[in-house]
C-alpha cells in the first residue's frame, strides 16, 4: 500500500513567522501537488513538481520535490493569517492520486 | 467559468434512507471523480469516470454506494440505505488529462446521518 506521510498533522504559530510543513514516502512519484484546503470549501491546487530536486515558489511559499521523487517540502516565510488551512500533498502513481492526510496550519494575528 | 458544482451543499437524513448526491463537473473535463473526507481517514477517492465511464470503484465502500454518470455534464452519488457511519463530506472533481493530473475540487455535499 502506498502511503504518503504529512507532518507535523497540526501547526499553530504567530504572524510573521516561517514554517516547513513535510510530506514523506517510500514511494516514487512521477510528480507531486501541494493542495491547500479552507473551512467549508474543497481543496484548491497550489503547484505541481515533476522534475527531482525542482523548487517553485509561489509568492512566499516554496516548494520542493525529493532528488528521489519520494519526498516533498512546503516552506513558507513570513506566514500570514491568510495562509491558515489545510495543506494537503498528492503524489500522482501509476495516474492515481496518492493523499497524503494533511498539515493543519493556523496562523494567529 | 462556474467551476464544479455539487448540490445540495448540506443534507440531513435518518438512517436507512436513500441519498442522492449531485455534481456538474467543468465543462470540458473528461475526467470526474468522488472523493470523501473524513477526520479519522482524511481524503478518500471512492470512484473515477472517463468519458462518463466508470474506471475504478474499487474506493466505493460496500454495495450500498452507487454512481452513475449519464452523461458529460452530470454525475450522482447514491446511498442506499444510508447509515450513520457515512456521515462525512463528500467532494466531487473534475480534470483533465491522467486520472493523476490536477483535480479541481467543488465545495462538497456535508452529509449527517442520524
Known amino acids: 500500500t502506498q502511503l504518503l506521510e504529512q507532518s507535523p498533522q497540526f501547526l499553530s504559530i504567530q504572524e510573521g513567522e516561517n514554517l516547513t510543513v513535510y510530506c514523506n514516502s517510500s514511494?516514487?512519484?512521477?510528480?507531486l501537488q501541494w493542495y491547500r484546503q479552507e473551512p467549508g470549501e474543497g481543496p484548491v491546487l497550489l503547484v505541481t513538481?515533476?522534475?527531482g530536486g525542482e523548487v517553485k515558489k509561489l509568492k512566499r511559499l516554496t516548494f520542493q520535490f525529493g532528488d528521489a521523487r519520494k519526498d516533498s517540502s512546503l516552506h513558507i516565510t513570513a506566514a500570514q493569517p491568510g495562509d491558515t488551512g489545510l495543506y494537503l500533498c498528492a503524489g500522482n502513481s501509476n495516474y492515481q492520486l496518492i493523499w497524503g492526510a494533511g498539515t493543519k496550519l493556523i496562523i494567529k494575528p | 467559468d462556474a467551476g464544479v458544482i455539487q448540490s445540495p451543499r448540506h443534507e440531513v437524513t435518518e438512517m436507512g434512507q436513500e441519498v442522492t448526491l449531485r455534481c456538474k463537473p467543468i465543462?470540458?473535463?473528461?475526467?470526474l471523480f468522488w472523493y470523501r473526507q473524513t477526520m479519522m481517514r482524511g481524503l478518500e477517492l471512492l470512484i473515477y469516470?472517463?468519458?462518463?465511464?466508470?474506471?475504478?470503484d474499487s474506493g466505493m465502500p460496500e454495495d450500498r454506494f452507487s454512481a452513475k454518470m449519464p452523461n458529460a455534464s452530470f454525475s450522482t452519488l447514491k446511498i442506499q440505505p444510508s447509515e450513520p457511519r457515512d456521515s462525512a463530506v463528500y467532494f466531487c472533481?473534475?480534470?483533465?488529462?491522467?486520472?493523476?493530473?490536477?483535480?479541481?475540487f467543488g465545495q462538497g455535499t456535508r452529509l449527517t446521518v442520524v
Open positions: 513538481v515533476v522534475t
Open positions: 472533481a473534475s480534470g483533465t488529462g491522467r486520472a493523476g493530473t490536477e483535480a479541481f
Open positions: 469516470f472517463n468519458n462518463n465511464v466508470p474506471i475504478d
Open positions: 465543462s470540458g473535463h473528461d475526467y
Open positions: 514511494s516514487v512519484f512521477s510528480s
